[in-house]
């Protein structure tokens, strides 16, 4: 894991499209701003991992048709 360290107002850059910057710190708080193409998906990282388990749930869910088949 890279770590830099940034003080507010100062910002990061990802390749030529992603910046980060450093809104406000607050306590154990800090507000980013996200600069991002819209094509680029941006969650929280416990959104993330729900969204991750509900697509997983999804792909293991049972065909019906398989279940009331005759054949």
């Known amino acids: ?3 830099l ?3 507010t107002g ?3 850059r990802i390749g030529d499209d992603i910046e980060i910057t450093v ?3 607050q306590g154990d708080q800090v507000k ?3 600069d991002a193409p819209k094509h680029v998906d941006i969650h929280r990282k416990e959104i993330f991992l729900a969204i991750q388990q509900e697509n997983e749930a999804a792909n ?3 065909d019906l048709t398989k279940l ?3 054949d």
Do not use: H, P, W
């Open 10 to 12: 100062e910002a990061i």
């Open 68 to 70: 009331f088949s005759t």
């Open 5 to 7: 360290t940034r003080k």
């Open 1 to 3: 894991m890279l770590v």
């Open 23 to 25: 809104l406000s710190v």
């Open 32 to 34: 980013l701003g996200i």
């Open 60 to 62: 293991n869910t049972v």
